[in-house]
């Protein structure tokens, strides 16, 4: 007989669990704002500018205002130790390359390009004052860049069920923001033995695309690899894989044959991590472990600061922001950046959150900064996407856009899309090359 979920909900401990997960407003106490401390910073002298979050978009932002407006005062505060990049990750976890590979760190640019770095969490901001609370005390800004990333909406699944919502986030992390997560997830794939690993693709928009395409790739690798009896089901809320649907289709067709099952059109509808049953429209599946990813919003912090946009009266979950140069609609002292921003036909992904904010966002505030239109000044960004669908040979595939800005229309187009499905170790080696320029760019 099944346990009463609740029941061994309880037995399993997880009730206990503090609360290191990022949920919707919904979900747990808010952090409570520290605005009784010191400033960390004197005053600033009228052209400080905060960047919060050391992520994709924040670490290229940093370095290029300092490099076209060396007078600009720059602080980047960011709550992690260390960076580990989300790009490559599958890879890694594929046994492709050593966890080194992924982790850099923020002393490094910040030493070179002359900007502030400041380790701490920010828990509040006051738009009026213009200032930003960290656990270390305030910052004052002249102009604010937010660059959070995303967060996790379990409340779309579970509700005000925020136990449940934990256990489902601790039993099965989804890796989507990076960090611990990964390393969970990798002891899962290399520990699983048999049954049915079911991998739960978020709704779109959400974070990179491709990624849970590729990582279901690499983890159908590992299983053939480890001669695992099972299988990988792929449960997509979509109707098809996009984009490069025919060359993730081809992968786990003639690569890992018996191995996976793809699942169109599986919208969840209710899950029991506890029983391990996910109930979808396309049918009910049980699970022997799991990789479920929830749907994804924009960072905490830029719901705190009310800068989410809205339609017919709901929130989208993303910032608000001018398509040209990624100011927010609701404050002109605040920009945004990386995947917290709502920008038709950008993807939310790492090379497209480092071009958007050195050719448009960086572009722009320098402009203003300047006392210069900072609408002529924006450049068009570009995107590129790999992913690895094979580690033995290493294969990929790849998608790239290129940009044209509509300064007429205010907002970036479409100006071309090359897509090559067929997979190659040339490739391959472009998806390695690829990640050592940015991250060269970034932190070197
Ligand atoms: C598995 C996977 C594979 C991917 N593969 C690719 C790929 O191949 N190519 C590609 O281009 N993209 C890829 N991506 C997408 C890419 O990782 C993201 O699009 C990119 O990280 C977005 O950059 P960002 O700066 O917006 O957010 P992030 O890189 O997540 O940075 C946000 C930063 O803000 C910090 N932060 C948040 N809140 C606070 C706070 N309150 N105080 C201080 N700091 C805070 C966070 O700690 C974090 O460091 C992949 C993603 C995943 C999950």
Redesign the pocket.
Known sequence: MELNRRELFKLSGAGALGTAFAFSPSFGAAEKPVKNVPKVLPDSKGNRVVI???????VTAAKYIKKEHPKAEVVL????KV?F??????TWLADMVNLDFLLHDFQTPAAKYGYTFIN????DIDRDKKRVY?NEGYVGYDYLIL????RYNYGAWFGNDTDMARYCATHYPS????GSEHIALKRKIENFEEGDFVLVVPPPPH??P??PY??AAMIAYMMKQNGVKGRLIILDPKDKIKPKGPGFMAAYEQLYLDMVDYVPNAKVKEIDPVNKVIKTTAGDFKFADANINPPHQA???VWKAGLIGKKDGKPTGWAAVDPLTLQSKADPNIFL????VAVKGFP??????NSHSKNMLVKALVALMKGQDPKEAVKAPD?T???MVNAEPQEAIVVSVKYDLDKKAGAPKKAGVKVINERSGALAKSTFEW?KSFYRDMFS
């Open positions: 919060v979050g050391g992520g994709w978009a924040g505060i960011e709550k992690r960076f990049s989300c790009p490559i990750s599958n701490a969490t920010v828990v960290t660059a959070p990333g995303i890796a989507f923001i990076p974070r990179c491709p990624a590729e990582r960072g905490d912090l950046a990386g995947d917290v939310k992904s790492g090379h497209m959150a995107n996407c790999y992913s990640a």
